[in-house]
C-alpha cells in the first residue's frame, strides 16, 4: 500500500491511515508500505535546495525551520507514547540537521553533477521524515513498524532528478533486505521516491516517484495487489476542477490507464504501470476517508470494456507552425534546448505533422513545470526563433491537446466518427490516433479547449 503525500499530511487522514494499516495486515498475509512525504514538503525541499543553489543561506534555513516546525507540530498532536514522540523529534532534528549541512555543501559546488546529486539527498527528507513517523504510530498501536530508507534497495542509474531503476539489482536488494523482514512478521514503511547509485549516491525517481516505487516492490515481491491511497476518489473520467460531474472510473486497463496518465492525469506516475502490467498486478486507487469504496481498479480488463470512452483529457501546449516543409530535426533540437533552459524539463513532442508547403509541431509542457511555464517557455522560443538563420518564419502560439482514452477505439467502433460530429464547428489544428488504440488526440486553440471538454465529457456520461 503506498500513501501519498496528501494522506499523510494532515492528522484526520494519518489517523485513517493507521485504521487502515491495522485493519488490512489482519487480513493480508504480508504488507509493505511506501509513503510520500508530506504534502507541499517536497516542493519546499526543491525551493531549499534552489536556494542553496544560489548560496541563499537564509534563504534555505527559513525553509528548514518551517518544514522542522511542521512536522513537529504534527506530532505533537498525534496519539503518540513519549518513547516515540521523543525518538521522532530527536529523528527530525537529526534529517533536519543533516540537510542543512547538504544545503550548506551544495552553496560550495560548481560542478553542475555534484550539484544535482546533492539537489536529489536534499529532496528526499520529506519521505524519510514520514516514514518515521507512520512507524511511529504503528509500533504505538503493537505492529512491528520499521522505517526503510530506500536509497539502498531501489538501485538507479546517476540520472539525478529522474532516475530509471536497474530492475536486477533492485529485485537482488528487495529480496535480501524488506522479504526477511516480512518473514519476521515485520511492516516494512519503505520511503517513496528515493534511490541511489550502486555506490550509494542518492537519486530520486522523477515528481510523483513513490508511485513507481511502490509498483517496482510490488512487482519485485509478485504483490496480490497493490493499493494507492489518497484523498480522492480515484481515476476520474475528467479533471473534477475543470469539469464538475466528472465521476470516478470503476476499471480500467493497464493500458488505458497508462494514456491516462500520459495525457495528463496528475495522479499516477507514469512509468509505475509498467512493471505492474508485466507481472499483472491489479491496482486499486482507493480514498483514505472512505475505505470501504471500491475507487478505481487497474487491471487486465476484458473485451467487454472494449469501445467505450472511459476518459477526456486536456492537457497545455505549444504549437509550432511555419509555411515550409522538410527536415523537422533542427527546430525539434532548438525547442528542446529552450525548454531546458526556460523551465528545466525537456519536450515532448506530441504530434508533428507536415503537408507540401506547412509543418506542424505540437510539445506539451510538463504540469509539474508551474503555472506559468506555457507562457514563460513561448516567450523564450519566440525569442529564440527570431535569431536563427532561416526559421524565423516559425510562428509560435499556446495550444490544448484533447485526448479522449478508451480500448481499441480505433477498430471499428464508430466513435471517432461520432467525437468529430460533436466536435465539428470547431477549428482543429492536428488530430493524432497514436500508435496505442487506447487514446485519440484532438489540438485546438487554446480558447476552445474548455468548449470541447466538456461537449466530449457529456457524450462520455450519455454512454456509459
Ligand atoms: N514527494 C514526491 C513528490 O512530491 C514523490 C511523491 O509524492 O510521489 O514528487
Ligand atoms: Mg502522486
Not at 11 to 17: D, F, M, Y
Request: net charge negative.
Amino acid at each position: 500500500m503506498k500513501f501519498g503525500g496528501s494522506s499523510v499530511g494532515t492528522i484526520s487522514a494519518l489517523t485513517q491511515v493507521i485504521s487502515i494499516v491495522l485493519q488490512e495486515q489482519e487480513r493480508w498475509d504480508r504488507l509493505i508500505l511506501v509513503v510520500s512525504a508530506l504534502e507541499g514538503v517536497t516542493d519546499s525541499l526543491i525551493e531549499a535546495a534552489h536556494l542553496a543553489q544560489l548560496s541563499n543561506r537564509r534563504g534555505y534555513r527559513r525553509i528548514t525551520a518551517t518544514i522542522r516546525a511542521r512536522h513537529l507540530s504534527l506530532i505533537d498532536e498525534l496519539p503518540l507514547s513519549i518513547n516515540e514522540r521523543s525518538g521522532l523529534q530527536a529523528d527530525i532534528d537529526q534529517l533536519l540537521f543533516d540537510m542543512l549541512n547538504q544545503c550548506q555543501s551544495l552553496s560550495d559546488i560548481s560542478n553542475g553533477t555534484d550539484m544535482m546529486n546533492k539537489t536529489d539527498e536534499i529532496i528526499g527528507v520529506g519521505e524519510r521524515l514520514t516514514a518515521r513517523i507512520i512507524a511511529s504510530l504503528l509500533r504505538d498501536n503493537n505492529l512491528r513498524g520499521v522505517a526503510i530508507d530506500s536509497t539502498e534497495i531501489i538501485i538507479t542509474d546517476e540520472t539525478a532528478g529522474n532516475a530509471t531503476p536497474d530492475l536486477l539489482l533492485t529485485n537482488q536488494r528487495i529480496a535480501q533486505h524488506l522479504v526477511p523482514m516480512l518473514e519476521r512478521d515485520i511492516v516494512p514503511i519503505v520511503t517513496g521516491f528515493l534511490g541511489g547509485t550502486i555506490d550509494g549516491t542518492p537519486t530520486t525517481l522523477g515528481r510523483g516517484g513513490s508511485d513507481y516505487t511502490a509498483s517496482i516492490i510490488g512487482a519485485s515481491v509478485n504483490a496480490q495487489e497493490i493499493w494507492m491511497w489518497s484523498i480522492v476518489d480515484g481515476l476520474m473520467s475528467s479533471d473534477p476542477n475543470e469539469v464538475d460531474n466528472a465521476h470516478v472510473i470503476d476499471e480500467l486497463s493497464y493500458e488505458e490507464v497508462a494514456e491516462l496518465a500520459y495525457f495528463g492525469a496528475k495522479i499516477l506516475h507514469a512509468r509505475m504501470i509498467g512493471p505492474l502490467k508485466q507481472h499483472n498486478i491489479p491496482l486499486r486507487i482507493k480514498n483514505v476517508f472512505k475505505p470501504q469504496q471500491d475507487g478505481t481498479l487497474i487491471h487486465n480488463t476484458s473485451a467487454k470494456n472494449n469501445h467505450v470512452i472511459k476518459a477526456v483529457t486536456s492537457i497545455n501546449g505549444i504549437a509550432l507552425s511555419a509555411n515550409q516543409s522538410g527536415s523537422l530535426s533542427r527546430i525539434s533540437a532548438i525547442v528542446d534546448e529552450t525548454l531546458f533552459k526556460t523551465i528545466g524539463t525537456h519536450a515532448d513532442v506530441m504530434i508533428s505533422s507536415q503537408s507540401s508547403s506547412r509543418s506542424f509541431v505540437t510539445f506539451v509542457i510538463s504540469t509539474t513545470a508551474g503555472p506559468d511555464a506555457v507562457r514563460t517557455s513561448q516567450i523564450a522560443l519566440q525569442e529564440r526563433l527570431q535569431d536563427e538563420i532561416g526559421l524565423s518564419n516559425w510562428n509560435v502560439d499556446t495550444t490544448a491537446i484533447i485526448t479522449i482514452i478508451g480500448s481499441e477505439l480505433d477498430r471499428n467502433s464508430g466513435i471517432i466518427s461520432k467525437i468529430l460530429r460533436i466536435i465539428d464547428k470547431t477549428h482543429i489544428l492536428a488530430y493524432s490516433q497514436g500508435p496505442s488504440h487506447h487514446s485519440f488526440s484532438l489540438v485546438v486553440n487554446t480558447q476552445d479547449s474548455d468548449h470541447i471538454l466538456h461537449r466530449i465529457h457529456d457524450f462520455i456520461v450519455n454512454n456509459v
